[in-house]
C-alpha cells in the first residue's frame, strides 16, 4: 500500500464545473496536508495547505480533510481551462521538519 | 520577495562522474528541503536541511548526499552517477512553519 494514493486520471471536467480531487494517506502519524499544482515542464506550486479536520476555502479551492478516514480532498470550483494540470496531494508527519511524502498526482483537464 | 533559485536549471553528464547542484532559498527562510522527481516514482524526498543540520533524511543511498551554509543557501552532491539518477533535482525552502516553496528545479541527465 502506497503511503499516498492519488487517482492519476485524466480527470475530465467542464469549464465552470467544480472540479473534486482526492487524497487517501495511510500514516495516522500524518499532522499536515497539502496541495501542490504542477504544470508540464515545471515546479509544483502551493495551492492549499490544510492541518485541522474540516474545510478550508480559499478563493475557488476548498481542501477538505478527514483524518478519522484518513481522506483529503481538494475542490475546485468554476474550474477554468487554466486550472488544466497535475494536482499532488503531500503530507508530512508529526515530529518536525519538512518532510514531504507526495502522492503521484491527478492529471485535471478542464475543457471548454 | 524573490523565489527560490537553482542553479544550473539544465545538466548533463556521464555515468561515473559527480555533480553538485545549489539552491537558494527565498530571503529568511532557513529550513531547505531537497527532492528527486521522475516519472516512474514521482516526488520522492531526499533530505531537509535546517541552521546548517540535516534534519530529516529520505530513503536514498549515501551516494547523494547535501549541505547548508550559514546564510541558509545549500547544495546537494550526487556522487559515482547512475543512469536511473536522471531526474529534476528540486528544492524547496519554508519559513518557520511546514509549508514548503518549491523552486525551479535542476534537470540532470546522465547518459
Known amino acids: 500500500q502506497k503511503e499516498v494514493e492519488q487517482n492519476s486520471g485524466p480527470l475530465s471536467v467542464p469549464e465552470g464545473a467544480i472540479a473534486s480531487l482526492n487524497c487517501t494517506y495511510s500514516?495516522?502519524?500524518?499532522?499536515?496536508f497539502f496541495w501542490y499544482r504542477q504544470y508540464s515542464g515545471k515546479s509544483p506550486e502551493l495551492i492549499m495547505f490544510?492541518?485541522?479536520?474540516g474545510d478550508k476555502e480559499d478563493g475557488r479551492f476548498t481542501a477538505q480533510l478527514n483524518k478519522a478516514s484518513q481522506y483529503v480532498s481538494l475542490l475546485i470550483r468554476d474550474s477554468q481551462p487554466s486550472d488544466s494540470a497535475t494536482y499532488l496531494c503531500?503530507?508530512?508527519?508529526?515530529?518536525?521538519?519538512?518532510?514531504?511524502?507526495f502522492g503521484t498526482g491527478t492529471q485535471l483537464k478542464v475543457e471548454l | 520577495k524573490a523565489g527560490v533559485t537553482q542553479t544550473p536549471r539544465y545538466l548533463i553528464k556521464t555515468r561515473g562522474q559527480q555533480v553538485t547542484l545549489s539552491c537558494s532559498p527565498i530571503?529568511?527562510?532557513?529550513?531547505v528541503s531537497w527532492y528527486q522527481q521522475t516519472p516512474g516514482q514521482g516526488l520522492q524526498f531526499l533530505f531537509e536541511?535546517?541552521?546548517?543540520?540535516?534534519?530529516n533524511k529520505g530513503n536514498f543511498p549515501g551516494r547523494f548526499s547535501g549541505r547548508q551554509f550559514s546564510n541558509s543557501r545549500s547544495e546537494m552532491n550526487v556522487s559515482t552517477l547512475e543512469l536511473g539518477d536522471s531526474a529534476l533535482y528540486l528544492c524547496?525552502?519554508?519559513?518557520?512553519?511546514?509549508?514548503?516553496?518549491f523552486g525551479p528545479g535542476t534537470r540532470l541527465l546522465v547518459l
Open positions: 500514516d495516522r502519524g500524518s499532522q499536515s
Open positions: 536541511y535546517f541552521s546548517e543540520t540535516q534534519r
Open positions: 503531500a503530507v508530512n508527519r508529526a515530529g518536525g521538519g519538512n518532510k514531504l511524502t
Open positions: 530571503s529568511g527562510h532557513r529550513s
Open positions: 490544510i492541518y485541522s479536520n
Open positions: 524547496a525552502s519554508s519559513p518557520f512553519d511546514e509549508t514548503q516553496y
